[in-house]
């Protein structure tokens, strides 16, 4: 290139963007339009392709013009975080926090936990993006990846948060109508709400030992721990549930952890705060990190009802 593209050229390119046109981008950036439309028309001249297709009304980005974007607009937010922390920015949380969590219990915890946050960092700001598919870090614009697994990724640093247990449950209503179950074969005889390849597989033994599936009834299948709490709620049946998901609910009296075969809780997850080693230095993210192993450090809200 015959003229480097600063980091102005940059910032004017995805202001553009995220303006959607040059007017809009000059009034936010407080330069003239032409100030703009020169920079633009420099950075694709120096690069040698149209980055945005203009018209009268509309801007429309070419490949080049979203691949760079995607790149820049990472690269901004990674320079602006370099510059603060470098200029005492690491004693006060501050700026953009992007997370993301499952569904499940983004819904039911991170809520609660992100208010508590915030009563300590008010100047960090968060989002959050709910997804259960496994998001990779290499690829998408994460501070922090929530996950519960029973056996997390190693390519990440990682911090271990809490123990994940789950319990057998049903509602009241339901329980009066079909009885109290107080073995896990008995479960032949409810119904059952499963989560296919979470809700376990009754197996029990013949005289040689050898272990058989048990058959039971199935009137709901859903792959979503949400829905299978609204049936529960709605006396549909027995599921088997994270306690992040139904603590509440049981302190409320609202649903009955069930004692199968004298064990009312299994513990076969963790959750795992996973995150790049370089990233740990940025003080929003060690902050929201250290807050949560606080936060979670002895017996989680959500389990305080277990037995000791």
């Not at 049981?250 to 995150?275: R, S």
């Amino acid at each position: 290139m015959s003229t480097p593209i600063s980091l102005k050229h940059l910032e004017f390119f995805v202001r553009i963007v995220d303006c959607g046109g040059l007017s809009e981008a000059a009034s936010q950036l407080n330069v003239s339009p032409s100030a703009v439309s020169k920079s633009l028309t420099a950075m694709e001249d120096i690069l040698g392709t149209t980055l945005i297709k203009r018209t009268t009304r509309s801007i429309t980005l070419t490949d080049a013009g979203q691949y760079l974007f995607n790149r820049a607009n990472k690269l901004l937010k990674e320079f602006d975080e370099t510059l603060n922390t470098t200029t005492g920015y690491y004693q006060n949380p501050q700026g953009e926090l992007r997370i993301t969590c499952s569904i499940a219990f983004g819904y039911a915890r991170l809520v609660n936990l992100v208010d508590k946050f915030r009563n300590i960092c008010p100047d960090v700001n968060l989002y959050i993006d709910l997804n259960d598919n496994f998001v990779n870090l290499n690829e998408a614009d994460y501070d922090i990846a929530l996950r519960i697994s029973m056996a997390p990724p190693q390519n990440y640093a990682m911090r271990k948060l809490a123990p994940i247990r789950w319990a057998y449950c049903a509602s009241p209503g339901y329980l009066r109508k079909k009885g109290i179950p107080q073995r896990r074969v008995d479960l032949v005889d409810h119904d059952c709400l499963v989560y296919p390849g979470l809700t376990p597989v009754l197996k029990v033994p013949d005289d040689q030992e050898r272990l058989h599936q048990l058959k039971v009834r199935m009137p709901i299948q859903a792959n979503s721990s949400l829905v299978l709490l609204k049936s529960v709620l709605e006396d549909q049946g027995v599921a088997y549930l994270p306690t992040y998901l139904i603590g509440d609910h049981i302190q409320k009296e609202e649903i009955t952890p069930l004692m199968l075969d004298g064990n009312i809780t299994c513990e076969t997850h963790a959750l795992y705060a996973l995150y790049f080693p370089s990233k740990y230095s940025n003080p929003k993210v060690r902050a929201f990190i250290d807050f949560l192993v606080e936060e979670l450090a002895s017996i989680p809200a959500w389990d305080s009802w277990i037995p000791g």
